[in-house]
């Protein structure tokens, strides 16, 4: 079981997983009723906290709303890059 996979069983299914690289969905585990749209090898839309967190490098955790969100839904997210000596993977 990869890392996506083991926290979307860690969360019961209920929360969405996604991994990208610097834009591009890699893998997408979603949640149930948290359907996003997007599909493997989709641009992850700008503005996302995903896309925050692969900028800045760092965690970045943030409540959604809905007038805001990519989704057109409120939700509550936590981007963090994965680093390899000091790098965004």
């Known amino acids: ?3 996506a996979e ?10 969405t997983i996604s991994m990208i690289d610097s834009e ?3 893998k997408l585990l979603e949640g149930k009723g948290l359907i996003t749209g997007l ?3 989709d641009i992850m839309p700008a503005g996302t906290v995903i896309r925050e967190a692969v900028r800045t490098g760092k965690r970045v955790t943030k409540i959604m709303p809905a007038h805001q ?3 057109s839904y409120r939700y ?6 994965i680093l390899q000596s000091r790098r965004i993977m």
Do not use: E, H, W
């Open 69 to 71: 969100s990519k989704f």
């Open 24 to 26: 591009r969905v890699l």
């Open 76 to 81: 509550i997210a936590i981007g963090v890059p």
């Open 1 to 3: 079981m990869d890392a």
């Open 6 to 15: 083991f926290y979307y069983t860690l969360f019961d299914g209920v929360s």
């Open 39 to 41: 599909n493997v090898g």
